[in-house]
């Protein structure tokens, strides 16, 4: 559930705010946040799981706007970062530290440092490697890193393939099998200790299933680890938790929780960590953009609009479906269109064959926008980023100004 609804006056609000209003203020395209739905679903997370400890890391890389951060770390959010620059990021937005997970599997040793003199709850490590260079890098401060192994558990999260990540041949953790010696090894470094073990299989999973196999198979480890005294403190289960883009169904928190809970019967001390990305912010932001021209052809029309691929690249990346709404509905007979930017390449289009009636100039906003859009926006054809604006009630705080052009050239040199 979210807060962008239609109201009496027929047209598209964002809490208590009207999107014609801040289209008119802050020009197009133009990133608009609802305050309310964070803390909605970042709450769905934390009262699902509030018999058991836990603690909610949202995944910074869904939205790492300072005012997204900020309004969760208020709430008492930790955070799953997988850069310095993400940590600087919860840093500056007001985020604690000590609730601070470090994923990914290329941390550098300067990273690794920024981490431990901040005091991270823990760094997931990705390999054998990424463990040596931490014992390292700790012993050069003289502190202990706490650490978790990412554990690859080689189950099919069912996703995108680009975004599938807990299958044998993908990148990411530490082979199933291997995990124990890894274990093993870490528990024997000096300048570590152990204290999780985590997984991440994937992004937009609309199943339970894998999230529980996965699961199962990591409490097995636990028990195996506890056996030999490598005791874990804390099972983080990572992000991935699906959205409503189109009319898929994922879960709701609440019921994967209770079907993980559930597994965790034995398990009462267990402190579960999750790391939502998606399902925290995606529906908490539409890109609002408007239509500059129509171009009927002979064989398809095309509404082509101010917002483009270097806005919202997940429909030319992942050929992802994101819902295109009118702000002000029409009535009439509707036409379908493919909804394609300014930027010279076939593969900018936020959608495609879409039913709609419209005129020139009509404000549309693309659903779900809210994670994986703006971070992923990029300066292709020199187009500046767009604004974003963070609703709360019946205010709208500007928490990014639109990128002045000037900006984008201005650490670039002519030659002397
Ligand atoms: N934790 C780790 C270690 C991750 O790699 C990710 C996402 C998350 C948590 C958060 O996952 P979420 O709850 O958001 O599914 N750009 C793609 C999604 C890439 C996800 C990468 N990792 C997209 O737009 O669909």
């Known amino acids: 559930m979210d807060y962008f609804n239609y109201q009496q006056d027929g047209q598209l609000w964002a809490e208590e705010v009207a999107l014609t209003e801040l289209a008119e203020q802050y020009g197009t395209p133009l990133y608009v946040y ?23 890391c949202y995944a910074v890389k869904a939205n790492s706007n300072l005012g997204v951060l900020n309004v969760l770390a208020r709430l008492g959010s930790g955070f799953d970062i997988v850069s310095q620059g993400e ?31 901040l005091g991270i709850k823990c760094f997931n490590v ?13 012993g050069e401060l003289g502190v202990v890193a706490p650490i978790s192994l990412r554990i690859n558990p080689d189950v099919d999260a069912k996703t995108h393939p680009y975004i599938s990540t807990g299958l044998r041949e993908n990148k990411f953790g530490i082979a199933f099998d291997r995990a124990p010696v890894v274990y093993r090894l870490a528990h024997s470094l000096p300048n570590l200790k152990v204290t999780g073990m985590d997984c991440h299989i994937g992004s937009q999973l609309t199943d339970i299933d894998p999230f529980i196999d996965a699961t199962d198979r990591l409490l097995a480890l636990i028990d195996e680890l506890h056996s030999e005294g490598i005791i874990i403190e804390h099972l983080d289960v990572g992000g991935g938790l699906g959205v409503t883009y189109n009319e898929e169904q994922p879960p709701l928190p609440s019921e994967y929780a209770r079907a993980l809970l559930d597994r965790l019967k034995n398990h009462q001390q267990l402190e579960l960590i999750f790391e939502p990305g998606r399902a925290i912010a995606a529906n908490a932001g539409v890109l609002l953009t408007r239509v500059e021209y129509l171009k009927h052809t002979e064989h398809k029309n095309f509404a082509i609009i101010d917002a483009a691929m270097n806005d919202l690249i997940r429909p030319t990346l992942y050929q992802a479906w994101q819902d295109i709404v009118p702000v002000i509905p029409r009535e009439g007979e509707p036409s379908e269109y493919d909804f394609v930017g300014p930027i010279c390449e076939t593969g900018d289009y936020l959608g495609k064959e879409r039913l709609l009636c419209l005129a020139e100039g009509d404000l549309l906003a693309v659903r779900s926008a809210g994670a994986y859009g703006f971070v992923m926006s990029s300066n292709y054809n020199t187009r500046a980023r767009a604004a974003e604006i963070m609703v709360d009630g019946d205010t709208a705080h500007v928490v990014r100004e639109r990128e002045p052009l000037a900006q984008l050239w201005q650490s670039e040199s002519l030659l002397p």
């Open 34 to 56: 609802s305050r309310a739905t964070l803390e909605r679903h970042w709450h769905a997370f934390d009262h699902a799981v509030a018999d058991q400890p836990h603690l909610i």
């Open 87 to 117: 940590l600087e990021r919860v840093i500056a937005a007001g985020g604690d530290p000590a609730k601070v997970v470090f994923s990914g599997v290329g941390k550098t040793s300067a990273e690794m440092k920024r981490a431990l003199e």
């Open 126 to 138: 990705e390999s054998e490697s990424e463990l040596a260079r931490l014992n390292r890098v700790a």
